[in-house]
């Protein structure tokens, strides 16, 4: 089974803009559904922000809409997370998880058969 691998993360000030990406560790199909998720240090629950489903169904968390873009790259089985007007509360852990087999997606982690390791998102005031 494939690996997810999230890259792009890093700090940046309000305000500013950062695209994250999630690929699979051997360049195979990366699922039905691909979802951003994030996570306090504090927390134990991931919070499901943006999800694509392979048949072009977006939808996102009332936090980031209007703010973030996900989208998806076929030919290099790549999602990324295009985040603009970050803000302070956005710093977090960010993760991409993968459904293999879905008919549409849920924000919700326990539905994800895949997870990335996880990439950092840090946003100064």
């Known amino acids: 089974q494939f690996q997810l691998v999230e890259s792009g993360g890093g700090s940046v000030q309000a305000g500013g803009s950062l695209t994250l990406s999630c690929e699979t560790s051997?360049?195979?199909?990366?699922?039905?559904?691909v979802t951003w998720f994030r996570r306090k240090p504090y927390y134990i629950v991931r919070t499901g922000i943006a999800?694509?489903?392979?048949?072009?169904?977006?939808q996102y968390d009332d936090a980031v809409e209007g703010r973030f873009t996900i989208s998806r790259d076929r030919a290099k089985n790549t999602v990324y997370l295009l985040m603009t007007s970050l803000k302070p509360e956005d710093t977090d852990v960010y993760y991409c998880?993968?459904?293999?087999?879905?008919?549409?997606?849920?924000?919700?982690?326990?539905?994800?058969?895949?997870w990335g390791h996880g990439t950092q998102v840090t946003v100064s005031s």
């Open positions: 051997d360049n195979t199909y990366p699922g039905d559904c």
């Open positions: 999800s694509i489903h392979t048949s072009g169904k977006i």
């Open positions: 998880a993968s459904e293999l087999r879905a008919s549409r997606c849920s924000l919700g982690q326990a539905y994800y058969d895949v």
